[in-house]
């Protein structure tokens, strides 16, 4: 019996043309293409084959999309499985890793593009520039997720040079912004 494979791609941060190379020969040739329809801009679809089971997993949890994948991959399958952004930041990457191991699943990884670059690349900006900043911080805000510490706890970092991207943030950017002040971010910190 023929095992396929499972290759995580990291969808980017929206815009279909801005997946890698790799990813889309990955979805051009893919039997099966798993992707959250409430992340993954459904354009992306555009590169899979006409004839591949698509399968929004935005209502399935995560057992029950690692068990699509085990068992389209036992059934000899190449699995593309479309992730928002890039899946190591933020991506729930690892439990689904895990069930893969554990079923003996081969597997790939193709990264995204990440937001935080993206942005950048839209202002034209760089996130690190000498004598400004030349540290990095990728945050995330919360409402409902524990965390340890939060935004205000890194704030001070930005007050040294450091620069910060927020992610999940605008939906809660009145918290964001109360925290970056009670850190000691000022009204007129660019941002």
Avoid: C
């Avoid at 396929?4 to 815009?15: E, H, L, N, Q």
């Avoid at 006409?50 to 029950?64: G, H, P, Q, Y």
């Avoid at 991207?165 to 009204?187: Q, S």
């Amino acid at each position: 019996m023929k095992v396929g494979k499972v290759v995580f791609i990291g969808a980017g941060p929206g815009d279909p043309e801005l997946l890698t190379v790799k990813a889309k020969n990955v979805l051009e040739e893919a039997d099966v293409v798993l992707y959250a329809g409430s992340l993954v801009n459904p354009q992306v679809l555009k590169w899979a084959r006409k004839d591949a089971e698509i399968i929004d997993t935005s209502r399935l949890t995560l057992e029950e999309i690692a068990d699509i994948m085990i068992k389209r991959a036992k059934e000899g399958k190449l699995v593309a499985r479309l992730k928002s952004g890039d899946f190591s930041i933020y991506g729930a990457l690892m439990e689904e890793i895990w069930a893969l191991e554990d079923a003996g699943i081969p597997y790939e990884l193709i990264p995204g593009i990440t937001a935080a670059i993206a942005a950048a690349s839209v202002l034209g900006i760089e996130l690190t520039l000498p004598k400004i900043s030349q540290t990095l911080i990728i945050t995330r805000a919360s409402a409902a997720v524990p965390m340890e510490g939060s935004i205000k706890d890194y704030a001070p970092h930005l007050l040294k040079g450091a620069s910060m991207a927020i992610y999940t943030g605008v939906h809660l950017i009145d918290k964001v912004v109360r925290e970056l002040k009670e850190g000691g971010v000022p009204d007129d910190m660019p941002v």
